[in-house]
Structures are given as C-alpha cells and as structure tokens.
C-alpha cells in the first residue's frame, strides 16, 4: 500500500486538540496541519465537523435557514396583506350599500 492510498487513524482526542490548535493560533490550517503531519484536507474536515455541532448546541442557526425563514415570513406577510385589503373593500362595500 502507497503512502497516498494510507489511511491514519487519529483519536477523537488528537483530532479535538488539532481542531483547537488550528482555530486559536495566528498561522494558516495548512502550516498547522504541516506540524501535525495531518493532511490540510483532512483537518479543514474535521474543523468543519468541530465546528458544525458547537453552532446548533449555541441556539444559532445557520444563515441558509435564516433565508429560508425570510422567504416563509415574506409570502406569509403578503397573504395577510392581500386579505386586510380585500377586508377592507368589503367593508367600505357594505357600508355604502348600508346607507
């Protein structure tokens, strides 16, 4: 087996100190990921892991769902406003037809 077809198995452990090494100091993720002897590739995945569920445990969301709620309050507020003016048309009719 290559060098390229090996794959390493790192502890839970090694890849959460990796993760915090890479996101706290001042270097890039491949220089870190150079020191550690871990492929760029490789550590940007587990950041992106790391860093997944901290967002979701915090209460936030992601900026896609954002949108997506922006889009169902938007055509939600549009149907409202399309049935206060028909509302209001009826009632400006009935009135007139009252008198």
Known sequence: M?????????????????????????QSVSKTADELGVNPNTLHT???KYRGPQVQKAGQVNDEHLYDELKRLRKGNKRLTEERDILKKAAAYFAKEGS
């Not at 090996?6 to 915090?20: G, I, M, P």
């Open 2 to 26: 290559s060098n390229q077809q090996k794959q390493n198995h790192y502890t839970s452990e090694f890849k959460e100190s990796a993760v915090k090494l890479a996101i706290e100091n001042d």
């Open 46 to 48: 587990w950041i992106s």
